[in-house]
């Protein structure tokens, strides 16, 4: 059977997430600036997200910019606040006829104006369509995430409309960006790099983790494949017991 068969008679991850990282390296090695590699990684990230809707996973989030990445230099920051913009035409067209739906996932109050408009302007525009949800994490960070849906408990505790026993598990997923989103089953980041980069650290608790060698532009579907026919193999015990796969 063809590896993709393999995985598509097997159980699909109902979410999974990526952290599209080594765009940068990807372009060096080429010979082209940085910012060829952040073309190139945004163009893949719309093929990949069309492959991820075609095999029915349910929600895909996306490590697009991290509330750590402001430290970088401005011409490339300034590159990446541009790239929303270019992606204005895939929303309306190829996403459109996949029924795709896409999402931002992160501070939302830093970006220049143009940015947070078109944002909300996408938002809004695809909230009603039904495929794969995109999670596009853009100035993203987890402890901010994590420190802001704390807050958020606080005021209501403070203010008597939940008691103490009421914080649950539960109540704090539905503090999260991701609290319309199914658990998450499987993180892969791509250009070898083993470390977490504050994305996502609460949703990950029982997720799968895939690290790839491949730099992100060069990731593609059968890369995806891959991965998925790795995480298949996983035993996940979720700290009990389950039969052994071998
Ligand atoms: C990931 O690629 C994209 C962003 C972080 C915006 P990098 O820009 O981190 O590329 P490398 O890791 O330096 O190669
Ligand atoms: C993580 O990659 C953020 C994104 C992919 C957007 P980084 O390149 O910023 O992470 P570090 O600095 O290698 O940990
Ligand atoms: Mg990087």
Redesign the pocket.
């Known amino acids: 059977m063809s590896l993709e068969n393999r995985v598509l008679s097997k159980y699909i991850p109902e979410h999974i997430a990526i952290i599209?990282?080594?765009?940068?390296?990807?372009a060096k090695r080429i010979g082209m600036p940085?910012t060829f590699?952040?073309k190139k990684?945004s163009e893949n990230l719309k093929d990949i997200a069309l492959v991820c809707n075609e095999i029915g996973i349910k929600a895909l989030s996306v490590y697009?910019?991290?509330t750590e990445?402001w430290s970088r230099p401005k011409a490339e920051i300034d590159y990446?606040m541009a790239l929303p913009a270019e992606f204005k035409e895939v929303f309306k067209g190829k996403f459109k006829d996949n029924d795709i739906r896409v999402i931002f996932s992160g501070r939302k109050d830093r970006f220049p104006k143009k940015v947070q408009e078109l944002i909300i302007d996408v938002e809004e525009k695809t909230k009603e369509r039904k495929g794969l949800i995109l999670n596009i994490c853009f100035d993203y960070g987890s402890y901010t995430e994590i420190l802001d849906g704390v807050k958020e408990i606080s005021k209501k505790f403070k203010k008597g409309d939940i008691k103490l026993d009421d914080i649950t598990e539960d109540l704090m997923h539905d503090h999260l960006y991701t609290r319309e989103l199914p658990r998450l089953d499987l993180l892969i980041r791509t250009?070898g790099?083993e470390r977490i980069s504050n994305f996502l650290l609460w949703q990950l608790a029982y997720s799968e983790l895939i690290f790839v060698k491949k730099?992100?532009p060069a990731f593609n579907r059968k890369e995806l494949f891959k991965a998925l026919d790795n995480f298949q193999k996983r035993n996940r015990r979720f700290g009990g017991l389950k039969e052994d796969k071998s």
């Open positions: 599209m990282d080594g765009n940068g390296r990807w940085r590699g952040h990684g697009a910019f991290s990445n990446l250009s790099e730099h992100w």
